[in-house]
């Protein structure tokens, strides 16, 4: 874990002196990585693999906003790792679709920001898999967090320099979740079940293809002589199925075959539904979206029901932890943005684009996007209609009326 060799320059030290190693009383304050135990479903992996890949199309800006109207992106070391490179070996889509996956995983994602040691402008953003976290203070009252990793290691850092995402957050003061590893018990529970179930249907299957009778053989033989008798029914069923695929198997008077009946049981389309409902409703995955055939109202719920959340989450923690306090107050965030209309039908898109155009909010080039068109030269302005007048200059507008001189 090289990357924890950089760190903050107003952080003085990693380790505080005395730690005050109690937790917090009310409640556990552990949170333990949850592992594969739920990614070995294969509805889990498909429910958390349809969340993360739509949620790392968000756009990631670093922006500012003057007068609570006008947004310019800003540009420098931030700007660049947030829109082209967190890191040497992730691209954006690929560094959402972790923290996504992470998140869902265990209820907490954790994001460490390597700094230059000169310049101590930020490098890199990399998304952490420890095995466990604590929550400790100082005693200065400071909350930190200690890493426990899977190569034994430990790192302790201070919660203000580690962007945090969480969710089911309410039970427990600083993790999402209860901070332990039966968390996910209530679906676990499910997916037990519906792997019980598939066991049983493979079961059954393979029940259909082992022993379906026996060959009796009306004497007392040898060994040698009961392997000849069966090697000649073997011979006669081979013989059977070559030469026309007869359904009659020739056997003398010693010999007689008593089927075996077998029945396996499956289970039911409805019941197999039903676990599976149960799973993606966990994640909130609808139907449609699980199984990628959704049109544009079903897209809209998964995202406003969905997306829209995690966006919100990662703009707030990302500025959080990577702005200062003047940054903030000076109106500049982070946003993780979303283009939602990219989704929407052909029409729907032309419906929006002759609203939004008439008000002056896209440019030429922002609708041309809209439709999948390139860029055109000169097609950064926008456009807006006559038909709209400022609401405090209305009635001189409709009347005529000329401004009162102060």
């Known amino acids: 874990m090289g990357i924890f060799n950089i760190f903050k320059r107003k952080h003085k030290t990693v380790e505080p002196v005395n730690y ?41 800006r670093y ?6 109207s006008t947004v310019v992106e800003k540009k420098g070391s931030l700007a660049f790792i947030l829109k082209f490179q967190p890191n040497p070996i992730m691209s954006p889509y690929d560094f959402i679709y972790r923290v996504v996956t992470l998140l869902y995983l265990n209820n907490n994602a954790f994001i460490y920001p390597v700094y230059d040691e000169a310049t101590f402008e930020l490098k890199e953003l990399w998304p952490i898999k420890p095995n466990s976290v604590e929550a400790l203070k100082d005693e200065s009252g400071e909350l930190y967090l200690r890493f426990y990793f899977s190569d034994r290691k430990a790192f302790t850092l201070p919660y203000e320099s580690i962007i945090h995402l969480r969710r089911f957050y309410g039970t427990n003061d600083i993790f999402g979740g209860s901070g332990a590893i039966s968390d996910h018990s209530a679906i676990l529970k499910t ?38 008798q069966k090697a000649e029914f073997d011979r006669a069923l081979k013989t059977s199925v070559e030469d026309g695929g007869s359904s009659i198997v020739p056997i003398d008077l010693k010999s007689e075959y008593v089927p075996l009946n077998v029945d396996p049981k499956l289970v039911n389309s409805e019941t197999l539904t039903f676990l599976q409902k149960k799973v993606i ?10 199984d990628n055939k959704y049109d544009e109202n079903q897209y809209n719920a998964f995202y406003e029901g969905c997306i829209e959340g995690i966006a919100i989450a990662l703009s707030e923690a990302f500025s959080k932890a990577l702005l200062t306090k003047n940054a903030l107050e000076r109106g500049e965030e982070i946003v993780f943005y979303s283009e939602r209309l990219q989704y929407a039908s052909w029409n729907t898109k032309v419906t929006a684009i002759e609203k939004l155009m008439g008000l002056g909010i896209l440019s030429l080039n922002e609708s041309r996007s809209l439709l999948g068109l390139e860029p055109i030269e000169g097609g950064d302005r926008r456009l807006q209609s006559l038909n709209y007048v400022d609401a405090n200059k209305a009635n001189q507008y409709q009347v005529g009326e000329q401004p009162k001189e102060e």
């Not at 922006?63 to 609570?68: A, E, L, R, S, V």
């Not at 066991?199 to 392997?227: C, V």
């Open 20 to 60: 005050d190693t109690r937790v917090f009383n009310s409640t556990l304050n552990v949170f333990s990585d949850f592992g594969d135990n739920i990614n070995a479903s294969d509805v889990v992996k498909i429910c958390i693999d349809r969340i993360a890949t739509h949620a790392a199309k968000l756009k990631p």
């Open 63 to 68: 922006i500012k906003k003057q007068d609570d």
């Open 191 to 228: 997916i037990k079940i519906n792997d019980s179930v598939l066991q049983g249907i493979d079961n059954a299957i393979k029940s259909s293809f082992q022993i379906r009778g026996l060959l009796k053989i009306n004497g007392m033989l040898s060994e040698k002589d009961k392997n000849a």
């Open 281 to 290: 409703s966990y994640f909130g995955v609808s139907d449609a979206i699980y």
